[in-house]
């Protein structure tokens, strides 16, 4: 590893005001707005006055230029306060970076200010009916009109979608070329053709919603098309889930923290047998094996933030955001489930906070790439990377290497 973790003061700074306004706006809020499927707009608001979406943006575009760690600390804070809210606000980042990664200076000295202030609401149009893990294989088309480009087609489970006024759309441009058939275009809310179709009703995270966006002959401007040249879209895409997957382990991490923490309290609280239940052996290993895992998702978290913040886009970091988005989800899910079981038939039922918990921490293991996929993201980084530690192959038995070699021929046989 190359690369320290350094808090800057204004990282540190953005952390305490996020956790204030989850204290004060989004925690006591969370049961109702989950129950109603509504958007938080009063933390939102809370949220641009704070300056808190300034935080993913730049310093010349009217951000604070702040980075991926500190994008991490402030949506850990939201995260543990309401799940929901944690990618409420994550998604905005996520729909950003292909404008900030490939976005031209005009995209961007358009965009992002308003982007910064919360003005504008963001949302990321990648995955289909049909193509969720497999990104490349898109339908969605954007055919160019004139000055314009022309979009068809439905884009699926897209976070965000209601609310958001801009939306980066993954579409087609060249259906014959095998390695630049994509392009990524900006939509604005309100574009004739351009309409939210479905809102889906999900188990958890029920206060952002997720949607279907359907496109019937949206007429964009060229201008639109990010980066200014078509086929750059799954570059973008895969860079862009690079940096948003650290930020995805943030909401787990948050996610895991905010119910490891009522577990713990109930706990020191719940009696049994004539002592409270965290005295009892079995409920102690639970705590501690929750406490455990949480603390180590966390440093992968900051870790795989900090990597990208010092060393930009690589081949290293997008690992370490495939780890650090796989472990944290897993992680969350695994204390949600056992802080559910500290809390016994209360942990099941809705009204106590840990039952919201457990719904939500789910689809951590399967948006932004499916923890399947972050699993192959990794093993194929760590094929190269045994490739290139030929030396050690010196102290491997050459017998065993022969057997490899026979077995293969004999099952290509
Ligand atoms: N950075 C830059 N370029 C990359 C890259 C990266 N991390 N990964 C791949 N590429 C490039 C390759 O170099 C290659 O370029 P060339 O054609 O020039 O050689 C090209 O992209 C194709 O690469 P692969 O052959 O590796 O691509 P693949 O088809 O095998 O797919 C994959 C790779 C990792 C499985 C990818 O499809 C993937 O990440 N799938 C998951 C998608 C995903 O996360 N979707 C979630 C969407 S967001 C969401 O959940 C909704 C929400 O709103 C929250």
Redesign the pocket.
Known sequence: MSHNIVFSAKALELQATAREIADKHVRPAAAHYDKAQEYNYDAARAVAEAGLFRTFIPAEYGGFGAGILALALVTEELAKADSGFG?AFA?NA?GSFPIILGGTEEQKQHWLPQIATGDKFV??C??EKFA?????ALSVRATLDGDDYVICGEKK????GGVADVYTVFCVTDPNS??RRISAIIVEKGTPGFEVKKVEDKMGIRCVP?VETHFDHVRVPKKNLIGGRPGLG??H???T??YARPGVAAQALGAAQGAFEFANVYANRRQTFGVPISKHQMVQQLLADMAMKTEAARWLVYSSAAAIDQLG?S?AN?KMAAMAKCYASDVAMEVATDAVQVFGGYGYMEDYPIAKFFRDAKILQ?????NQ?QR??IA?HLIREAAELEHLQAFIPIEIQKTYEEDEVTQEA
């Open positions: 990618v998604v996520l949302a990321f990648l995955s969720g893990s497999d990104a490349q489970w897209t976070t965000n095998r390695s997720v799954f570059k895409a895969m860079m889930l690079d886009p081949p997008s399967i948006y932004e790439g499916t996929i192959l993201v194929r």
